[in-house]
């Protein structure tokens, strides 16, 4: 019988302890059924760690409201693999798999989906050309219409569904990078991983076509930019978001230059981006001219309280200065 050296047997049990508390610290990957359709929604588990959120004050092209950088600590979760589509937002739009729920579905929310406000039914093309067939992400819908969208997926499933909070957001954009891009540096090496204003074609694509990161994520860089949970803070973290309540977008886009799509970068909602709503006032669900935001979903390996659902699914007032 060979003998181990004591301090190699502790080293290799070490190792192995580190190897299972890793493997439990990520969720595994699943695919969400949605009763009633054919189809899913592929989720990603994002194991937990640190991470500096942020971007250093030597990356190129940084902006003053992408810090101070700061060591962040993300549990795991579950973020869905592709950007929401339009196949999966008419789904809610069109209310007509509301009353299939699967009896074997989970009970971490208890919703009556009948209840749940549906968006209005857009008047005009909200795709602006761009088309709402198989694999194209939905876009020109508000911060409210997306997170409408997780409740009533919460409703259908069961499971709670939101939308990611900034921290989360870039944490899973990174997958452990430090780099402008989750890739790297290299602004030559985007068009691998992403559509943008340098080779869209001035449209946007089906997901999932370009490489994914390191996560499995597809199109966390361009295609379309992602709401967030998060009110927009000019100023960077740590001050007053802006009276008006804009939400931050994250991702950049396929109208996007290619320092808008590094992990760090921040946009901010404009008046423009519905500046032809004929509505008065405009509408809470669409923007008539904002066809490059979308949105994807994340859930959470431990739910909030019933109590507090809704600080996820609905608007947040921002402070008085």
């Known amino acids: 019988m060979i003998k181990t050296n004591p301090i190699v047997k502790l080293i290799l049990i070490s190792v192995i302890s580190v190897v299972f508390v890793t493997a439990q610290e990520k969720p595994k990957d699943f695919i969400q059924k949605l009763p009633g359709s054919d189809l899913t929604i592929e989720m990603v588990g994002i194991p937990s760690g640190e991470f500096l959120f942020g971007s250093p004050d030597s990356e190129q092209d940084r902006d003053a409201d992408e810090g101070p950088q700061k060591s962040q600590h993300i549990d795991a979760f579950w973020m869905a693999k592709n950007e929401t589509t339009w196949q999966l937002y008419y789904l809610y739009l069109n209310r007509e798999i509301d009353s299939i729920i699967d009896p074997t579905a989970a009970t971490d929310v208890a919703l009556d989906v009948d209840a749940i406000s549906g968006a209005t039914i857009p008047y005009v093309d909200m795709s602006l050309g761009m088309g709402t067939s198989a694999g194209l992400p939905v876009v020109n819908i508000t911060q409210l219409a997306a997170s ?8 259908k499933t069961g499971y709670f569904y939101r939308l990611p909070t900034e921290e989360e957001w870039e944490y899973a954009c990174r997958a452990g990078s430090q780099t402008a891009y989750s890739y790297g540096d290299e602004v030559s ?6 559509w943008y204003y340098d080779n869209s074609d001035d449209t946007y694509k089906e997901v999932g076509l370009k490489k994914p990161n390191a996560y499995g994520l597809y199109d966390m860089h361009g295609n379309v930019a992602e709401w967030t949970l998060n009110l927009y803070t000019e100023h960077g973290y740590g001050t007053e978001p802006n009276s008006n309540g804009f939400y931050t977008v994250r991702g950049g886009s396929w109208d996007d230059d290619a320092d808008m799509l590094r992990s760090a970068s921040r946009q901010s909602p404009s ?3 519905n500046q032809r709503d004929p509505q008065l006032p405009k509408s809470v669900w669409w923007n008539t001219d904002a066809g490059f935001v979308g949105f994807r979903i994340v859930r959470d390996m431990n739910p909030p309280k019933e109590g507090d659902f809704e600080k996820y699914w609905g608007p947040i007032v921002p402070k008085k200065k």
């Open 148 to 155: 409408k969208f997780c409740k009533w997926l919460s409703a």
């Open 271 to 273: 008046s423009n981006w």
């Open 189 to 194: 090496n985007l068009e691998e991983y992403a």
